[in-house]
Structures are given as structure tokens and as C-alpha cells.
């Protein structure tokens, strides 16, 4: 059972609830639980997906330990900005699109 950490941003207050009522509230937007199980995250989880496929607003991130996954880091990501995450030599890194730059330089 391994820690999980979630991080909403600029969602409705039911997450703050929601999430509250499962985990400790570190910090605004910022969830931890020390000893959750896989099932029991994946069902928060699916709480989560449900409300922002029909709530459409903010982001929200889910890590987790996770020993098998690339970095040890089990990671879910909902909303903007689009996080591209790739493993590059055992190590999770964020991809970025480089920003388009026109004009003289």
C-alpha cells in the first residue's frame, strides 16, 4: 500500500470534498494518503475521470510508488496543460513542445 499523492488545480469545490474525505488535505489542491491500496485508488480514481469528463474544468495529477512503471512512480494526469510523460533510461521525464518562435532574432 504506497503512498499516493493528488494535486487538483482550479476544480469545483465537490473535489476538495470529495478528496478530503479519503485523504489529508497538505496543502489547497494538494492530497496525500499514506496507505492506500490499488483498489481503492483506482476507484477515486474513476470518481475523478466521471466528474471531469462531464465537468470539463482544471487538472488533476495522481502518483503513486510503483515499482514495475519506469522511475518507480505510478502517474494519472486529467485536464490541461497535456503532460506528454516518457521514460528515458529508467527516469520519467516531461515532454514539452518547444514554443513557437517567428520573427528576427
Request: net charge positive; proline share 7%.
Amino acid at each position: 500500500m504506497p503512498l499516493t499523492v493528488v494535486i487538483t488545480r482550479d476544480v469545483e469545490a465537490r473535489y476538495r470534498g470529495f478528496l478530503g474525505s479519503a485523504m489529508l488535505e497538505l496543502a489547497p489542491g494538494v492530497y496525500a494518503q499514506p496507505r492506500m491500496s490499488a483498489g481503492v485508488r483506482g476507484r477515486i480514481w474513476t470518481v475523478l475521470e466521471e466528474w471531469h469528463g462531464r465537468l470539463r474544468g482544471g487538472s488533476i495529477v495522481m502518483c503513486w510508488a510503483e515499482t514495475a512503471s519506469a522511475g518507480g512512480l505510478g502517474l494519472a494526469t486529467l485536464g490541461e496543460p497535456p503532460k506528454n510523460v516518457v521514460a528515458h533510461d529508467a527516469v520519467l521525464l516531461v515532454r514539452r513542445a518547444l514554443p513557437n518562435r517567428s520573427g528576427p532574432r
